[in-house]
């Protein structure tokens, strides 16, 4: 079915019941707009998707089942961003505690992994940390717990019930506070080695 104004189709009603608005192409989606798509499938919740103009899609926004949310490209290229920002006004906080510098002593334990991401259509290798080692470590505050029946219990670290994300914007707060524990500890051999004449 079409539906045409001043001879330009502007609707399309497939035979699988998807809907196309100012778009003739035939893409995979239940709805398909101009210039980007939403729709279901069996892998996703909700799938956002930019279109070039052959029909191929290459900026994704996808929710998986119930878990976390990703933003990314549907070949090899990479997603890049000008800026992104944490809210981060003292206005807006409460229970504000400054953490001991010991805190971020076991952060150093967890491992750096390489692994590719399931359920993508074009998975790329990565790096990063596992959320399950940073559980294991004591160190909850750096994980997003995601509600989500389908995640079962398998070994420790894991969460019945819960996707584990990890926030690495936290890591980089605990980098930093591991840095200023460092330039102390220098301060303080500096100021040792200067009462022996050894620096200026």
């Known amino acids: 079915m079409f539906l045409f104004t001043n001879t330009t189709e502007r609707l399309r009603i497939l035979a699988n019941g998807g809907v ?3 778009s003739s192409s035939s893409v995979n989606g239940q709805l398909t707009v101009k210039g980007s798509s939403s729709f279901l499938d069996s892998s996703y919740n909700v799938t956002l998707s930019t279109f070039s103009a052959d029909g191929t899609s290459n900026i994704q ?3 998986l089942n119930g878990g976390d949310g990703f933003i990314g490209t549907t070949s090899n290229h990479k997603l890049a961003f000008m800026t992104v920002y944490v809210t981060s006004d003292k206005r807006i906080k409460e229970d504000i505690k400054k953490l ?6 076991k952060i150093y334990e967890a491992d750096i992994y390489s692994f590719k991401y399931k ?10 940390v596992l959320a ?4 294991k470590l004591g160190y909850s505050e750096l994980l997003n717990f995601i ?6 219990y398998e070994e420790e670290g894991d969460v019945e019930g819960f996707q584990l994300s990890v926030d690495y914007g936290k890591i980089a707060c605990l980098n930093f506070m591991m ?13 040792s080695l200067a009462k022996f004449g050894l620096v200026k």
């Open 20 to 22: 196309n608005i100012y």
């Open 61 to 63: 926004f996808q929710q």
């Open 100 to 105: 001991d510098d010991s805190y971020c002593d």
């Open 119 to 128: 359920n993508l259509e074009q998975p790329e290798p990565t790096i990063g």
């Open 132 to 135: 399950q080692d940073l559980s």
């Open 147 to 152: 509600p989500n029946e389908k995640f079962k």
């Open 179 to 191: 840095i200023k524990k460092l330039m102390k500890r220098i301060k303080s051999l500096e100021d």
